[in-house]
């Protein structure tokens, strides 16, 4: 017998949490999410303020088989002038019929909290958060704050009669198999800028609250355009960005300025997925915290979290700026792998830059839709 569980008690909510380590135990390609940061999410996140989600679990014979979440974002739906649902954080066996009871259940929860659009997911709250389904790339294991699934998924998402909304690419470089070119010409595209007043410098740590405010306003600006975006509110930032300092490496962290005032970032992230992997069930304690803590330096690899600049000040050389400056660190700390993204499938300006400094289009996800 299946049976559907709204989560609401701290054990419930664990075992939803914990469900993906017992479904890919024996997949050397996933990497479990840290347990405190998943529950925080799920319970703390300023998200929750304004919007509100509901997690299910199936159970089968007392043994979990799927979870999901049903997501309602006012802010979404007011931004963009829609009356959408979401489903995230969905997870299945391999049975067609425990997936469409999770994907019932959770439309069921938001027909009742009045939603009439497209039902949309796999989307964990927006797309400011982890998103999209992987449907190309199995054979390497994501990188960080990026989504993990198995091949299966797309059959029981496609089943359920979704269909796709938009592919996200994530792009990858090899060694130094890149295009230079940013780097050789850093100097003099420095100076180019300088000629207008606009000066790349890092982000400056003691001084990160009033930072964050400043990359807030880029933030919400230099991707408004992008399908699904959802500008970030004051509370929802500075929970991002403080979670991001924990992490943060700032030779890696990058502003562009003109006169005091902020017109452009670049932020690559050390991809910790590489340690977070060998943490058992994401737990930090006893052991997992030392793991992270003695092994930083071992970490390889980045991913270009977040690149952007604003409308007026585009084209002017600050992108390649920006990548030049982080190509250069990855030169000089020694790191072997980069990964960037994602990007939008139809973003033919950013996607033809990352082309022609040789990025390696090596997974494809894909967010999903039907009419609720």
Same mark, same amino acid.
Request: charged share 25%; with cysteine.
């Given at each position: 017998?299946?049976?559907?569980?709204?989560?609401?008690?701290?054990?419930?909510?664990?075992a939803f949490i914990d469900f993906p380590h017992d479904l890919y135990k024996?997949?050397?390609?996933?990497?479990?999410?840290?347990?405190?940061?998943?529950?925080?999410?799920?319970?703390?996140?300023?998200?929750?303020?304004?919007?509100?989600?509901?997690?299910?679990?199936?159970?089968?014979?007392?043994?979990? #088989?799927?979870?999901?979440?049903?997501?309602?974002?006012?802010?979404?739906?007011?931004?963009?002038?829609?009356?959408?649902? !979401?489903?995230?954080?969905?997870?299945?066996?391999?049975?067609?019929? #425990?997936?469409?009871?999770?994907?019932?259940?959770?439309?069921?929860? %938001?027909?009742?909290?009045?939603? #009439?659009?497209?039902?949309?997911?796999?989307?964990?709250?927006?797309?400011?958060?982890?998103?999209?389904?992987?449907?190309?790339?199995?054979? #390497?294991?994501?990188?960080?704050?990026?989504?993990?699934?198995?091949?299966?998924?797309?059959?029981?998402?496609? *089943?359920?009669?979704?269909?796709?909304?938009?592919? %996200?690419?994530?792009?990858?470089?090899?060694?130094?198999?890149?295009?230079?070119?940013?780097?050789?010409?850093?100097?003099?595209?420095?100076?180019?800028?300088?000629?207008?007043?606009?000066?790349?410098?890092?982000?400056?740590? *003691?001084?990160?609250?009033?930072?964050?405010?400043? %990359?807030?306003?880029?933030?919400?600006?230099?991707?408004?355009?992008?399908?699904?975006?959802?500008?970030?509110?004051?509370?929802?930032?500075?929970?991002?960005? =403080?979670?991001?300092?924990?992490?943060?490496?700032?030779? !890696?962290?990058?502003?562009?300025?003109?006169?005091?005032?902020?017109?452009?970032?670049?932020?690559?992230?050390?991809?910790?997925?590489?340690? !977070?992997?060998?943490?058992?069930?994401?737990?930090?304690?006893?052991?997992?915290?030392?793991?992270?803590?003695?092994?930083?330096?071992?970490?390889?690899?980045?991913?270009?979290?977040?690149?952007?600049?604003?409308?007026?000040?585009?084209?002017?050389?600050?992108?390649?700026?920006?990548?030049?400056?982080?190509?250069?660190?990855?030169?000089?700390?020694?790191?072997?792998?980069?990964?960037?993204?994602?990007?939008?499938? =139809?973003?033919?300006?950013?996607?033809?830059?990352?082309?022609?400094?040789?990025?390696?289009?090596?997974?494809?996800?894909?967010?999903?839709?039907?009419?609720?």
């Open positions: 017998m299946k049976k559907i569980v709204p989560v609401y008690s701290k054990n419930e909510l664990a024996d997949d050397p390609n996933y990497v479990p999410e840290l347990f405190i940061a998943q529950r925080d999410l799920l319970t703390k996140h300023p998200f929750h303020k304004h919007n509100s989600l509901q997690c299910f679990l199936v159970y089968e014979n007392d043994r979990v #088989t799927g979870r999901i979440a049903a997501i309602l974002n006012n802010s979404h739906n007011e931004y963009n002038h829609v009356n959408d649902g !979401f489903f995230g954080f969905f997870d299945c066996i391999n049975d067609q019929e #425990t997936a469409n009871l999770l994907f019932r259940t959770a439309a069921d929860w %938001l027909k009742n909290k009045g939603i #009439t659009g497209k039902y949309i997911g796999p989307v964990n709250f927006s797309t400011n958060e982890a998103c999209g389904l992987l449907i190309k790339g199995f054979d #390497t294991p994501p990188v960080l704050m990026f989504t993990y699934n198995a091949p299966y998924y797309a059959d029981l998402i496609e *089943k359920a009669e979704f269909e796709k909304q938009i592919d %996200l690419i994530a792009w990858n470089w090899k060694g130094q198999a890149y295009d230079d070119k940013s780097v050789r010409l850093l100097d003099s595209l420095q100076e180019r800028l300088k000629r207008s007043n606009i000066i790349i410098r890092k982000v400056n740590l *003691k001084n990160f609250k009033h930072e964050t405010k400043l %990359l807030q306003e880029v933030y919400n600006n230099a991707w408004d355009k992008n399908t699904g975006f959802v500008p970030l509110n004051d509370e929802e930032f500075k929970y991002l960005a =403080n979670d991001l300092k924990l992490i943060l490496d700032p030779d !890696f962290c990058l502003i562009a300025e003109q006169e005091g005032k902020i017109v452009g970032f670049g932020v690559a992230l050390p991809d910790y997925n590489q340690l !977070f992997k060998t943490i058992k069930k994401g737990r930090l304690f006893p052991t997992g915290i030392f793991k992270l803590l003695l092994n930083r330096k071992k970490i390889t690899g980045i991913r270009i979290y977040a690149l952007g600049v604003i409308e007026g000040y585009r084209k002017l050389g600050i992108e390649a700026c920006l990548y030049g400056t982080i190509i250069k660190e990855y030169k000089r700390k020694g790191f072997t792998t980069a990964d960037a993204g994602w990007t939008l499938e =139809n973003n033919d300006l950013i996607n033809k830059a990352i082309i022609a400094i040789k990025g390696d289009p090596y997974k494809t996800y894909r967010i999903y839709e039907k009419a609720i």
